[in-house]
Structure formats: structure tokens, C-alpha cells
């Protein structure tokens, strides 16, 4: 299994401005997935990070405004940019379920965020 | 494409009767099925997977699933269900030359005392 955290928890934020969530995990992987969950929703994968290549971004979402970094196998982080109150959502990191791999998917807390 | 369909919204148990949340999915190649369980305020809890081998698959907290190939289902099981297991219920679903697993919608169970 994988340990990881994700910071910050939950943040309240102002409309137009730009939030960047970080996840660390305790083991070096080569995938890291970030996904949002609308409020009462399901998960909604919004982009693969490989380390050293660009993210693969889902239909509908794009890098301008969910720019993705991943500088080495333990971390990525993921900005919300020029915020709306539709962006209010839970995002959450996760590890596993790449195609060589048929472990489960482990996921951080998640960070709650709210855009007023 | 890939896909899960999760039929239920909500599905309500008298607590000590048995639970069944259904699930069914499409994908290319043969499939990796999973469960997961949110409470509320936390993060996405494994329950159990399928990969290969045997269709009746346990995990954790007493729950089981059923892999049915010919019925694209795996229905997440309990023998006797508790209060505590109310939660927000997860089915996903990767084939096994995709990189990501998707999820369906959810199933809230809620177990009556």
C-alpha cells in the first residue's frame, strides 16, 4: 500500500484567485491521477502526471486552468487557476491502477476547497 | 471506452438483513474491478478487487463481491449489515490495458437500525 498526503485539507477561497494543492507519497510511482468530486458526486479523473512528461489531461479539462507539475516519483502538485465558485469541489491525488499494474488505487484526504 | 453503472441511488437495509449494491461495466479486455467506501469527511477507503481467478471475492468489513463475466456485473455483498456500514459506496472499474480506473456515480447505503 501507499501512504500519501495531500496539503492543504480544505481552504476557502476568493473568486479569480489560484490555489495549489500539493501530494507527497511515501514510495517513488510512476502515475499519480488527480481526480475532483463535485459536492454529492462521483470522482471524476481530470489528469494522469508521469514524472518527466507533461500531464494527460480528461475531456473537458485543460492545462491553463488545472496545471499539474510532477518533479520526481513522490510528489505533484495540481493548481486550481482564476477560481469560480463552480470549482468548488473535493480534489483528491492518487497512486496504483497503472496498466502494468493490477493493484487498487490508493487516494489521499483529499482538499476540500470552497471558492466564495 | 470504459464505463461503470452504479443503477441505485440509495439503497435502504433493515440493519442484520443482507445488502446487495449493484454495479456493471463495460470496458476493453478483461477488467479490474474495485469497491470503495467514503464516510463522511474522509477520504475513499479499499474495500476489494477482482482481478483474476476465483468470481467471489472478499475484503474488508465482511463485505464480498461477485464477479459475473457473462452479466458484466460485480454486485458488492453483505451476509448482515450494520448501522455502521452507511456510507457512500463506490464501484470502479480499469481495463487492463488502460492506465486510469474510472468511477460510477455511487450508491449511498443506509442501514435502518
Known amino acids: 500500500s501507499a501512504v500519501i498526503s495531500q496539503k492543504p485539507s480544505r481552504d476557502i477561497c476568493q473568486r479569480g484567485t489560484s490555489l495549489t494543492i500539493q501530494c507527497q507519497v511515501d514510495?517513488?510511482?510512476?502515475?499519480m491521477f488527480w481526480y475532483r468530486q463535485q459536492p454529492g458526486q462521483s470522482l471524476t479523473l481530470i489528469a494522469t502526471a508521469n514524472q518527466g512528461s507533461e500531464a494527460t489531461y480528461e475531456s473537458g479539462f485543460v492545462i491553463d486552468k488545472f496545471p499539474i507539475s510532477r518533479p520526481n516519483l513522490t510528489f505533484s502538485t495540481l493548481t486550481v487557476s482564476n477560481m469560480s465558485p463552480e470549482d468548488s469541489s473535493i480534489y483528491l491525488c492518487?497512486?496504483?491502477?497503472?496498466?502494468?499494474?493490477?493493484?487498487?488505487?490508493?487516494f489521499g484526504q483529499g482538499t476540500r476547497l470552497t471558492v466564495v | 471506452a470504459q464505463s461503470v453503472a452504479q443503477p441505485e441511488d440509495q439503497v435502504n437495509v433493515a440493519e442484520g438483513n443482507p445488502l446487495t449494491v449493484k454495479c456493471t461495466y463495460s470496458v476493453s479486455g478483461n477488467p479490474y474491478l474495485f469497491w470503495y467506501v467514503q464516510y463522511p469527511n474522509r477520504g475513499l477507503q479499499f474495500l476489494l478487487k477482482?482481478?483474476?481467478?476465483?468470481?467471489l471475492v472478499k475484503g474488508s468489513y465482511g463485505f464480498e463481491a461477485e464477479f459475473n463475466k457473462s452479466q458484466t456485473s460485480f454486485h458488492l455483498k453483505k451476509p448482515s449489515a450494520l448501522v455502521s456500514d452507511s456510507a457512500l459506496y463506490f464501484c470502479?472499474?480499469?481495463?487492463?490495458?488502460?492506465?486510469?480506473?474510472?468511477f460510477g456515480k455511487g450508491t449511498r447505503l443506509h442501514i435502518l437500525p
Open positions: 470502479a472499474v480499469k481495463g487492463n490495458r488502460d492506465d486510469k480506473i474510472i
Open positions: 492518487s497512486v496504483g491502477g497503472g496498466w502494468a499494474m493490477n493493484t487498487e488505487a490508493f
Open positions: 477482482y482481478i483474476t481467478g476465483d468470481n
Open positions: 514510495s517513488q510511482v510512476t502515475m
